[in-house]
């Protein structure tokens, strides 16, 4: 397996949850420990997708945290996953992540912030 990651075009949107728009700053923990400053784009029950600076390889683990807007504030959620898109974008590189693992209060914040966002839409 090459050390250069592999950036690719996603043809359609393969995601099976509902996503709620979230603009946060991330921290992003590669699977070699390095730490890097991101940008969540949107949130599901899933999964996630992160804008980085530099292009990340699929299939690659990952631990991600984020602020989740709670009913009365933000609440700190860590996930663990695993890279399944990157695609090259003029401020970085959009990422998805499948989640793999989280603690059960991260998961049921995510599931009541895209709950909430369903409510909205109705």
């Known amino acids: 397996m ?3 990651p592999v ?3 996603v043809a359609q949107d393969l995601r099976k949850s509902v996503r709620k728009i979230l603009l946060s700053h ?13 940008v969540t ?3 599901s029950t899933g999964g996630l997708s992160l804008t980085v600076p530099e292009p990340l390889e699929i299939g690659q683990a990952c631990a991600i945290s984020f602020d989740v807007p ?12 695993t890279i399944a898109s990157c695609v090259a974008k003029d401020d970085g590189y959009r990422i998805g992540v499948h989640y ?15 709950d909430r966002h369903l409510q909205q839409a109705q």
Do not use: N, W
């Not at 991330?26 to 991101?38: G, Q």
């Not at 009913?71 to 700190?76: A, I, L, M, P, V």
């Open 7 to 9: 950036v690719t075009k």
């Open 100 to 114: 793999v693992q989280s603690d059960p209060v991260s998961k049921q914040l995510i599931q009541e912030a895209v």
């Open 2 to 4: 090459s050390d250069q």
């Open 41 to 43: 784009i949107d949130i």
């Open 70 to 81: 709670g009913q009365e504030s933000k609440e700190r959620t860590l996930i663990q996953g």
């Open 26 to 38: 991330a921290i992003f923990v590669s699977h070699k420990l390095r730490l890097k400053s991101a």
